[in-house]
């Protein structure tokens, strides 16, 4: 369990990393962002924007978190990988793209899109490296591109640079490769879901996390056998539960705020859905308690949980709540701190 939560501590360290060494060029610094939807998948169903340079400029972050934020940067599972990079995920890091596309079981596995500025010749080196000493690492081609296929357990990953100063990482060969045509401008994104689309044009900017999640996104999924062979998937999508869209955000300044839209079918729906909410946020607070019993540190996280509250209007949920630096760094320390040393990499086979 130590190992697998190591490897997740670094992977978007790794992702970074390997995808940049395709790159060609930096950026100019006053190079603009990329548009949030040039590289998604047409199928995408639903977004999260992260705002990197905002948080990092936010109160709450420069007064509570950098110090906590730095320690994590100078972990050996992360220092393993970004030595010798020249790479800064506190400076080189603009912005995050994750897109929620439809997979086998229901949702698939990441489709990441990282904004920012790296040292091709550098990170070259490394991942070359890497791929020596790590199995897991195996350096491909899509096309004329040089990507990388990362073999996780139970979830291959994909990642190569686009563009320059833009990467992504897929959990398939297929939507990398459509990445990478849309980069060269092969293809342009076309949205099956049209509403996604409307969704995305009316984020707030002044957000530091942004979130746009259309009907037809899907939320989970199974798949079964029938008589005389074969495989029936089903997936599960938002509109099943009765939820058209969901929209808002996080605001980060000194402290850390959200407010969360969900436009269900109907006033029935809205009213059915919010009464599911309050109990499963009420399981989410007695787990939570149970956890901090054993880990004082997590107190901070209880008292974000009691300010969640939801209310309804007609077909719409709203749900907000606060929280301050100190419970996302009870977060950091839990998730990071209590990991046992990582041993030193082994050594690239003579």
Not at 260 to 273: E, G, L, P, Q, S
Request: aromatic letters at 4%; proline letters at 6%.
């Amino acid at each position: 369990m130590c190992s697998m939560l190591r490897l997740r501590g670094g992977l978007l360290a790794v992702a970074l990393l390997l995808a940049s060494s395709a790159a060609h060029a930096a950026p100019a610094p006053d190079e603009p962002a990329v548009k949030i939807d040039k590289y998604l998948p047409d199928d995408t169903g639903g977004v999260f924007v992260v705002d990197v340079k905002q948080i990092l400029a936010s109160k709450a972050f420069t007064k509570d978190l950098k110090k906590q934020v730095e320690e994590v940067l100078k972990l050996d599972q992360v220092q393993v990988v970004l030595k010798d990079t020249g790479f800064d995920p506190l400076k080189d890091i603009d912005r995050i793209v994750l897109a929620i596309t439809p997979g086998a079981q229901g949702m698939s596995g990441p489709f990441l899109l990282v904004e920012g500025r790296f040292d091709a010749a550098k990170l070259t080196a490394k991942a070359a490296d890497l791929s020596k000493q790590f199995p897991i690492i195996k350096e491909i081609e899509i096309g004329k591109t040089k990507a990388y296929e990362l073999n996780l357990p139970g979830q291959p990953a994909y990642v190569a640079l686009v563009d320059k100063g833009a990467f992504v990482l897929a959990a398939s060969k297929e939507e990398l490769a459509e990445a990478i045509e849309k980069a060269g401008g092969k293809r342009k994104t076309e949205f099956k879901s049209k509403s996604l689309a409307k969704l995305i044009a009316k984020m707030d900017p002044k957000l530091a996390i942004n979130v746009a999640c259309a009907g037809e996104m899907p939320t989970g999924g199974s798949a079964r056998s029938v008589p005389g062979g074969g495989i029936v998937r089903m997936v599960r999508t938002l509109a099943d539960e009765g939820i058209d869209s969901v929209t808002g955000g996080v605001t980060v300044g000194e402290d850390i705020t959200g407010k969360i839209h969900f436009t269900t079918r109907d006033a029935d729906t809205a009213k059915k859905v919010a009464a599911e909410f309050e109990v499963g946020l009420a399981r989410m607070h007695e787990e939570i308690a149970r956890e901090a019993v054993r880990n004082k540190e997590l107190a901070p996280v209880i008292e974000v949980v009691k300010t969640i509250k939801s209310t309804v209007n007609d077909q719409t949920i709203t749900t907000e709540g606060k929280g301050t630096a100190a419970s996302v760094e009870a977060l950091i320390k839990a998730w990071f701190f209590e990991i046992a040393p990582v041993p030193p990499p082994p050594a690239p086979a003579k």
